[in-house]
């Protein structure tokens, strides 16, 4: 089975412009978080979504959205980019949302964005 | 304000002897914890986990003890390998928030030296 996979890996943007990242979960997981590295940190959660629906949202202004498609399938979109959303950004998906319950959660590879 | 923090940026250790990898966290609210495993150019990979009601969690060459009235959790490695090489990072978990988001220490870059 494949991994999370995401897309693009690296790509690189200039200040005001916009930006789509998308994410295709494990098959059979139905939860998607995105998490943003910036370096020299660990990830921060940016959002979670459960069978289609925002089940979290973490400090991260409006500029930021997301959504997930019926086939658990996931963007994360970025307007007025800003120097400082340069980072990677991590996708993970888990089966569940329970994650005591052993639902491990699993991280993509990651979308390197550069904003100049 | 960091509720999650692993205090050490690095640490090396010699091919062979234990690893132990420390982390602090302030959210008495949290009750699952996990260890991921980053190497460059890679996104995490999942180590091993520990419920509230654990004290200590073993799978393999690995084990994590948590100390909640400390609010402190580590992470054994034995015997420490090169392949182990690579940032580690301690996250929790508080599911009574709403949703199941993890929040990351900073990590640690570990290095074993052959």
């Known amino acids: 089975d494949a991994g999370v996979t995401q897309s693009p890996t690296h790509l690189i943007k200039t200040r005001g412009q916009h930006v789509t990242l998308r994410c295709s979960p494990i098959?059979?997981?139905?939860?998607v978080s995105w998490y943003q590295q910036v370096l020299g940190q660990g990830p921060q959660f940016i959002f979670q979504?459960?069978?289609?629906?925002?089940?979290g949202r973490g400090n991260f202004p409006d500029r930021f959205s997301a959504r997930q498609f019926p086939n658990y399938s996931s963007e994360l979109n970025v307007n007025a980019l800003l120097l400082g959303d340069s980072a990677l950004y991590l996708c993970?998906?888990?089966?569940?949302?329970?994650?005591?319950?052993?639902?491990?959660?699993?991280f993509g590879e990651g979308s390197w964005l550069t904003v100049v | 304000d960091q509720q999650v923090k692993q205090n050490s940026p690095s640490l090396s250790v010699q091919e062979g002897r234990i690893s132990i990898l420390n982390c602090d966290y302030t959210?008495?609210?949290?009750?699952?914890f996990l260890w991921y495993k980053k190497y460059p150019a890679e996104g995490p990979t999942f180590l091993i986990s520990?419920?509230?009601?654990?004290d200590k969690n073993e799978d393999g060459r690995f084990t994590v003890f948590l100390n909640k009235s400390a609010k402190h959790l580590s992470l054994h490695i034995v015997p420490s390998q090169p392949g182990d090489s690579a940032v580690y990072f301690c996250?929790?978990?508080?599911?009574?928030?709403?949703?199941?988001?993890?929040?990351f220490g900073k990590g640690t870059k570990l290095s074993v030296i052959p």
């Open positions: 979504y459960y069978e289609k629906e925002e089940r």
């Open positions: 996250a929790a978990q508080n599911p009574g928030a709403g949703s199941y988001q993890l929040t």
């Open positions: 520990i419920s509230s009601i654990k």
């Open positions: 959210n008495s609210m949290f009750d699952y």
């Open positions: 098959s059979g997981h139905k939860s």
């Open positions: 993970a998906s888990s089966r569940g949302l329970d994650t005591a319950s052993g639902n491990t959660i699993y």
